[in-house]
């Protein structure tokens, strides 16, 4: 079963910066596709970015230019850097991935565990 582990998440000042980071169990030729979701208190889980395995990456209108995804393919880990952050950022935010175990496995869409970003002063 792959898994998602988050990192990254906490409280910071507005206009400060946070970087979060999935680590996934398995290697990155058996993910497809990963990014970030975030759900605001009250609110419906909404896409913040996301990546192909060919590279390509889109954004969220609301965080382009302030976040930028990455990735690092020797750790399996992917990461969001925040910056310039707003209060209406707050939110837990999940990773997510279309990961298989292994060959011959099917893809399936896998969660992180949700790490909490609160930006306020």
């Known amino acids: 079963q792959v898994q998602l582990v988050e990192s990254g998440g906490g409280l910071v000042q507005p206009g400060g910066s946070l970087r979060l980071s999935c680590a996934a169990s398995v290697g990155m030729f058996n993910i497809r596709a990963m990014g970030w979701y975030r759900q605001p208190p009250g609110k419906q889980r909404e896409l913040v970015a996301n990546?192909?395995?060919?590279?390509?990456?889109n954004y969220a209108d609301s965080v382009k230019g302030r976040f930028t995804f990455s990735r690092d393919n020797a750790k399996n880990t992917w990461y969001l850097q925040m910056s310039s952050l707003k209060p209406e950022d707050t939110a837990v935010y999940y990773c997510n991935a279309e990961a298989r175990e292994g060959f011959g496995y099917m893809y399936l869409e896998v969660w992180g565990q949700g790490t909490l970003v609160t930006v306020s002063s």
């Open positions: 990546a192909r395995s060919s590279g390509s990456t």
